[in-house]
């Protein structure tokens, strides 16, 4: 279970001084076996920031698409002109809100950025994708384009939540309850001698008439199954950065909105969800054991070869 300390934090009030190392021996001593604790974004430095792109212009004569783009930085660049970079990515437009650092910053692995002679153009800089940042598996491996409510020249370091720290805790099945973050939480919350914010203290919905037929066939291996229908949901809309970035530190790829938040919960409370597209099935949903040998496409694309207990 990986548990970000800043997400720790929202359900109890650590001391302010409390390290990743602080809190993992105060969990071991618990009875918790923490494996590690992973710094995120140790080393970095700015000037990280949000950036428009204004222009690009596709560059010839090379063995693979070649962009020079201007990028508006806002203040953070000391003169308030747009930033010209080179850049190789082709998942972003004119108009595009990306992350951009500057000269003069230091990126995850000791990687110093400079303005530097490339492809006959000087590049002050760069535009970032998540994995120069550290940022794990966005689905993407492009660059960062970013909503577009968020302000030219803002620090991206906060923005993205860069800097944190991540306990990698080996759950023993006599924890089962801890592979949650309320589960941790409650077991951090009792280390320190802390009150507990319980996340699950939520009113229920009532029962309504906006259920979902189930058939379960075999109630032996599941004896409950809920489903709901929530309607007015923009299949569209982008998940917010923080729960991405939450998801992503948590070690789980961000994929839509509606499977982002059943993850989120998922990982919240410990409890499995799953979201179904409604204009995508038909008739009842069906809860059953698998042929022997029968092959399955998961969320990740790999098609699997299932067992018949499964």
């Known amino acids: 279970m990986r548990v970000p300390l800043s997400w720790l934090r929202e359900y109890v009030d650590l001391p302010a001084g409390e390290t990743g190392r602080d809190v993992a021996h105060k969990l071991v001593d618990a009875g918790l076996e923490v494996e590690t604790v992973e710094q995120l974004g140790g080393g970095l430095k700015g000037p990280l920031v949000v950036g428009q792109v204004l222009t690009i212009e596709e560059l010839e004569g090379f063995r693979k698409p070649i962009r020079f783009c201007t990028v508006d930085v806002g203040a953070a660049n000391g003169t308030g002109l747009p930033q010209e970079i080179v850049c190789g990515a082709r998942n972003f437009s004119v108009g595009d809100k990306v992350v951009v650092v500057l000269p003069g910053a230091v990126l995850p692995g000791d990687f110093a950025i400079a303005a530097r002679e490339t492809y006959g153009r000087t590049s002050h800089g760069m535009i970032c994708s998540g994995d ?48 949650s973050m309320r589960g941790v939480a409650r077991e951090a919350a009792t280390a320190y001698g802390l009150p507990l914010r319980d996340p699950a203290l939520l009113d229920v919905p009532q029962p309504n008439s906006y259920g979902y037929a189930v058939k379960i066939d ?11 229908t929530v309607t007015g949901l923009d299949p569209e809309a982008r998940s917010p950065i923080w729960l991405t970035r939450r998801l992503q530190k948590a070690g789980m790829r961000p994929i839509s909105l509606a499977v982002d938040i059943t993850n989120y919960v998922m990982l919240e409370l410990g409890q499995p969800l ?14 059953r054991r698998a042929e022997q040998g029968e092959k399955f496409t998961t969320l990740d694309g790999v098609k699997r070869t299932l067992d018949s207990e499964d």
């Open 274 to 287: 799953h979201a179904y597209d409604r204009s995508r099935i038909d008739g009842a949903i069906g809860v």
């Open 218 to 228: 075999d109630p032996q291996g599941c004896d409950r199954f809920t489903a709901r």
């Open 132 to 179: 120069e940042l550290g940022m794990g598996d966005d689905g993407t491996h492009g660059i960062i384009v970013l909503p577009h409510e968020h302000e030219v020249g803002t620090d991206a370091i906060k923005l993205l939540e860069l800097v944190d720290e991540v306990l990698d805790i080996d759950i023993t099945p006599d924890r089962g309850y801890c592979m």
